[in-house]
């Protein structure tokens, strides 16, 4: 549980990671649009990037830590879309989203709660905030020096800014399992036909 999140920033270990509070990883799956009748197996980060390789559109690998489910999506990604989070989020459920793109920065932060867009921006670039309430973070980012400044792309900074999201979620995603371990797996239909029918 001491890993944290800051470990996402380092570049393509993962692409889309979304978190949900107070429900069960297949829960969340099944929100990210799981196919029916498939059940989930053990996979690795190489079962899900060979599962790709032979047609998936999107694989997501689910678990749970600190009360927060998370899943990690291969391909294209439901949980990095308004409609996944809209989906996710339903029935006063908190979820987090992190798209991850080092080739073209910022990585995104999105937070939604119960089907509504609270707040979002991208690491590094803090000071354009997005959502219902944009300022959720801004004392968590102002203790830890990230704003007032402008626009920090560089790693002390956008770690910073991961930290300070870490902290006022309570958030932990742990490295060796996610990379290196199984957690179940599940093929999701893609894209905005998932999150239209979940």
Known sequence: ????????????????????????????????????????????????????????????????????????????AVGATA?????????????????????????LFRHYLDGAYVTGFGVGDEARRYGTKPGLLVPELEALGVLPSGPQLDQRGMRLTMLAIEDHFGLHLPRRQVLYGELPMY?????????AQS
């Open 1 to 76: 549980m001491s890993d944290g999140i800051g470990w996402l920033l380092e570049p393509y270990l993962v692409d889309c990671v979304t978190f949900a509070s107070g429900i069960p990883p297949a829960a969340l799956a099944a929100r990210l649009g799981s196919v029916p009748g498939r059940e989930a197996r053990p996979g690795s980060a190489q079962d899900a990037q060979e599962a790709l390789g032979r047609g998936a559109r999107c694989v997501a690998r689910v678990g749970e830590v600190a009360g927060w489910a998370f899943a990690v999506e291969y391909g294209d």
């Open 83 to 107: 409609g996944g989070l809209v989906a996710v989020s339903r029935g006063g459920v908190a979820a987090v989203n992190f798209q991850l793109t080092p080739w073209s920065p910022p990585s």
């Open 187 to 195: 093929h999701l239909r893609a894209g905005r036909r998932a999150a």
